[in-house]
Every structure is written in C-alpha cells, then in structure tokens.
C-alpha cells in the first residue's frame, strides 16, 4: 500500500527535493496530472520511471525549467528569438517546445533522436518543489502506460493506486489554473520560420501564429 500524500508544507517539498537530487522517484503535482519527477541526469531513477509506468522505451521524458530562460541552457535552435517569443507568450503555460539537444547532462531518454522536449509550468507546489531541486526535472504522468482516457487527468488519487507503491514520495498539490492538456509544437530540423504540430492541447496553431512570425503544419 502506497503512503499518503504529503502535504505541501516547505519541509515535505524539501524533503521530497532532496530525494529528487539523489536520485529518487517521487510522485509530484503538474499543471495538468500529478507526474512520475525525477531528476534528469539520474539514469537509474530514469530507469524506475519507466519500469514503474510501463513506459514504451521510444517515448521520451519532458524536460521542465524553473525559469523560461532556462531552455537556452538544454536546447539551441537557429532563431532563438522566436523561441523567446514562445516563451515569453506561453510559459508558464500549457506549451512543450521540441528543440535540438544542447546538453550533455541530460539522459538519453530525456533527450532522444538529438532533440528534447522542454517546458515550463505554473503550478505553485511544483514551483517551490523545483526551487528546492534548484536545477530542472524530468516528468510523465504518474499512470500506468496506455491504461487512462485522454479526457481523464490523473489526480493524487489515481496515482497512487497507480504508481504509489513503487514511487518514494507523492507531493500533494492541486493543478494550477484550468489547464486540460499541453500542447507540442517541434521546432526542430524545421524550416526557418515553420513549425510542426505534434499534438494539440489547449494552444491552437492560430495561438502560436499570433504571438510569433510561425507558420504552424
């Protein structure tokens, strides 16, 4: 039986941001689903995460930022002022940007194929959690692989029926905002000036081509 979650209090985030650091898995709130967060240059914890949700070996971990700025610190990419733009738009907010890799640090799952999925959320316990990591973390939803409708997020709940016995903590924490799902946009191997979508959340193709120069396929 998985241990109940713990309240947000700064103690238990800090508690939970040193396991984070050395090398633990831990259950931790999202915009959207509470989320399997590790840090991302910790292999062995990368290898519990996908071990615990049974989790395709081709599907990369997102890459998450404290600070909008921060990607430039993972990732590089030929117009980098659009991706300020996109940043300074949308983050924190419901937008994943797949950029080319720029960062030895970082796991391989974390990093596939030379690019990596980065973003950057609003939920006020993730903040203080990643403050207490003091660098970025890798996330997925803490579910088992394939076994929830895309309409249902996961709360703490489900989570710890899910993943809870096999996680070392679950943070409480409630999801920010009215956020449903992320979108994806890929910027990378593009085009200058374009863009590919690769799954649509709550930012359309039109809320990206508003705030930049894009064109988005």
Known sequence: MS????SPTPENVQTVANCIRNGGV???????????????????????VYAIKDRPTHKPLTLFVRDPRDWRRFARD??????????????PGPLNLVLERDSPGLDDRCAMDG??????????????????????????????SGTVPDDRLVDVELAADHVGEAADYILGGE?????RASTILSLAAGESGEARM????????????????????
């Open 78 to 91: 030929d117009d980098p002022e659009t991706v300020d733009a996109l940043a300074e738009a949308f983050w």
């Open 198 to 217: 690769l799954r649509r959340g709550d930012l359309t193709a039109s809320d990206i081509e508003r705030a930049t120069s894009l064109t988005v396929d």
């Open 115 to 144: 690019t990596v999925s980065v973003s950057c959320l609003a939920n006020p316990v993730w903040c203080e959690l990643a403050d207490a990591v003091g660098g970025p973390v890798a996330m997925t939803s803490a579910n088992q």
């Open 26 to 48: 831990v259950v931790a709130p999202s915009d959207t689903n509470m989320a399997l967060t590790v840090a991302p240059d910790q292999p062995d914890a990368i290898d519990r």
């Open 3 to 6: 241990s109940p979650a713990l």
């Open 175 to 179: 999801p920010a905002g009215t956020t």
